[in-house]
């Protein structure tokens, strides 16, 4: 089934996708758009007045009347929405998935409240996190220039191992050079922040990453969303844009983190050239997965890496470690290094970190059958997950796989049925996608063992029919919605 998903803004643990500007018209849980909006404008009352001051109000009637509240967190849209999320699921005994404490190293398995269970929720893709050559690099990296670089680079924060790192990344895209940051969030919001402005043009997937969407934002162009993979929509829309704009910005994800499919590269180079525009491929998910090396999408389309303007890439998933970076032309990496604020007024990377980066690298560089092993895995997954007749949406099985159960509720109940039974995989819930779009999204990592993706789809199976017998009570939820956000004069419940 496809589906055409809109991301919807907000709020989710796993990745926060777009800004927080809260879509009122949009179900939930079943509740029609009114009913919904109804119970935020409820909710508002409910929350935004704090007990002491509701209290303070009561016990001085001449303060009463000239009361002003202080302005309060719960004013917001987003936080009530939560809120309200928050109360459905308790009511409903969907206990909350997000936050868990992992107490060791997060891989096939994992240990959660001293239990082991197969672990489906790690970037952790070909299996190095706590890889020994990598611990020792990064130990060895502290040891020598200590936790910290503690300034800017251009100040005095370079060390020998940030180039290192950066001419490795370079080599491994094809690339003149590098650059790495912080993080990889900020890496899109400083990058495309600084390099598009006013005048300028945004065009980018729908289903794209917060991070890019925040930076078009702070840029201040014009950004245009296209429908998922289609690069003849991102075609037609340049070709009415380009011409009314100063520079312009085509983004796609090499390996979409929520679907598990690809875009086709060739396509969209082609719409850049023709459009005189940047193409930029966000390689969060392609690096150690995409590719006969991993090297990622180009290493998989077999093109050549300088079609691309700007590779970006972050160094939390297959590296294990933590940080952003930028690859492209010698110009770019310069320009960015003396100019985009998220670099020049942030400190450099933590030796440790980039160390470990390196020696990840190295690694993957090494070990090429962890990315073969990685992509059997999940294709694995995949095939059994299909022919068990769950939609498994558009993945292409290389490391992610989704399984869409159509509902918020259906996806929180298969989750907490699967922990019960042993597996962590988490669900991702409206407003982090559509409601109807709600699933649980399955991360492969080259130590799963066949046993292990076997065992895991067939109790998925078992689990996912019985959830599906079980009806839920939406009518309650809305009850019990109510209860908590009575209407105006009447006493407050909170
Ligand atoms: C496509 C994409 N880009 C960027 C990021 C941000 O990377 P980081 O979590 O390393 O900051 C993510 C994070 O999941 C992502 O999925």
Known sequence: MRLSRR?????????????????????L???????????????SLAYSVRPEERSARRSNPEESSTFSPRLDVSELDGFREIRMIREAADFLGIADPFFRVHEGIAGAETLIGSKTYVNFASYNYIGLNGHPHIADAAKGAIDRYGTTVSASRPVSGERPIHRELEQMLARIHGC???????????????????????????????????SIVQGATLSGARRVPFPHL?????????????????????????????????PDLPGFIAVARRHRTWLMVDEA?????????????ADRFEVDPSEVDIWMGTLSKSLVSCGGYIAGRRDLIDYLKLAAPGFVFSVGMAPAAAAAALAAIELLEREPERVRRLNDRAGLFLQLARQGGLDVGGSIGASIVPVITGSSIRAGRLAQAMFERGVNVQPILYPAVPER???LRFFLTAAHTEEQIR???????EENRRVEDTPSDLAGVVRHLRKLAPSPGRSQVR
């Open 455 to 461: 065992d895991t789809v067939r109790i998925l199976m």
């Open 176 to 210: 003149e050079d590098c650059v790495t940051l912080v993080g990889g969030h900020s890496t899109n919001v400083t990058v495309i922040g600084h390099l598009l402005g006013r005048n300028d043009v945004i065009v980018h997937d729908a289903l794209i990453h917060n």
């Open 230 to 262: 289609d690069h003849r929509a991102a075609d037609r829309l340049l070709g009415e844009l380009r011409p009314r704009h100063g520079r312009a910005l085509l983004v796609i994800e090499g390996h979409y983190s929520m679907d598990g499919d690809v």
């Open 285 to 297: 998910h392609a690096l150690g997965v995409l590719g006969p090396r991993g090297f990622g999408t």
């Open 437 to 439: 779009a709600a699933r």
């Open 29 to 43: 849980f079943g509740l029609s758009a009114q009913a919904k909006a109804q119970l935020i404008a409820k909710l």
């Open 7 to 27: 991301r919807d803004p907000l709020w989710t643990p796993i990745e926060l996708r777009r800004s927080s500007i809260l879509d009122r018209s949009s179900p």
